[in-house]
């Protein structure tokens, strides 16, 4: 009998993070980002550290922890809840894949969808995930209970996504963009230099012989 991994994992979820005779819906990979957008529009929350967030729901990372160097310096960070920080996700330093922490609070929320957003190796993924991110932390409701310290980190953020974050990933964006469309012009131009120099062209007559 073949084992769906899928499915494995979503069973043993459901077993691990029932509540209150409710099973939380299990997140894939497909999950919308742009949900983190509209922070006041939902309806169904949970209260977690005294402040009402929207329902946490278990997620399991693709993207390994980085090490090294980058994870030695990561540590110098301040760390914020169980999410903001550098290599930091489920209240855990370079530890497991899967997340099973809730936010603290709105802050906490924003750096957990975030963190999602950034399970990609693609840089305009990443810069995705860097304006959503922004666009979360700037419409906190203005009911939620942050703590100063929360208040603190969330205007940090703000700042450092405005003015270095956002235009660096933006900038090595439209660098990997540019090299693609010169490898691409490339390709083109060796091929009509091939043609007018007049290389041979093979038909499939040529290539089934």
Known sequence: MKLDGSKFLNAAE???????????QV?????????????GNHV???KQGGCPTPTFVPYTATVSWHTGARNLFSRFF????????PNYSSGRESGSLHWDKPPTDWVD??????DMGYDAYDQAQLLDADHHFLKCLQ???ETAKISPMGATYQNLYIL????????????????IEEAKRRKVRGAVGI???????GAPSMNRSDMNS
Do not use: M, W
């Open 139 to 141: 419409k906190i409701p």
């Open 160 to 175: 450092g996504l405005q003015s270095f974050l956002i235009p660096y990933r933006g900038f090595l964006v439209k660098k």
């Open 109 to 114: 929320y924003c750096c957990y969808r975030h």
């Open 191 to 197: 091929v009509k230099e091939l043609r007018e120099n």
């Open 14 to 24: 459901s077993l691990l993070f029932r509540k209150n005779g409710r099973t939380n």
């Open 27 to 39: 997140l894939s990979n497909g999950i919308l980002l742009s949900d983190a957008e509209a922070v």
């Open 78 to 85: 301040p760390r914020y809840g169980n999410y903001c920080g």
């Open 44 to 46: 169904q929350t949970s």
